[in-house]
């Protein structure tokens, strides 16, 4: 059982990488080097996908659009290769850069169903989908005052 929770896990995960650059000003080399990381982590070689990212972030350090995206994917190899607690601080990065970014939010929420904390995942689910008033202790909160006021 716990092979198959691992394997969907992974599966998950390789889906909400990044596999297309983000729209944003990088130069085409930064496109490039991101897009040869990409292909190389969907392959499984992941030093390779490393230097590729590293790369595109050097060439074009400015854009956001890359950089998020680049630890967003970084991430989920750091997931993969079983440190948790890497690819938190990675997926809660590219959120500090953009607090809306599906990928990394969606991501956070697999981490935390992972470690079994279903409340911690159900919020970034409920944030990456847009559903910001069904977050669980937002909905429990404005229940419960509702509930007091005999609404």
Sequence with gaps: MRVYSS????????????VTYPAGVASEHAIVYYNE?????QHGNIEEAMVSYKKA???APDDKDLYKAVVNNSGVIYLRQGEADAAEQSFIQALQIDPHYQPALWNLGLLYD???????????????LGLES????TFVIDTVISQERGQ
């Design 7 to 18: 394997l969907m896990l992974f599966l998950i995960l390789m889906t909400f990488s990044s």
């Design 37 to 41: 990381g990409v292909k190389a982590q």
């Design 57 to 59: 972030i050097l060439v």
């Design 134 to 137: 069904m977050k669980p202790k």
């Design 114 to 128: 992972a470690k079994g904390d279903r409340l911690k995942s159900l919020e970034y689910w409920a944030s990456a």
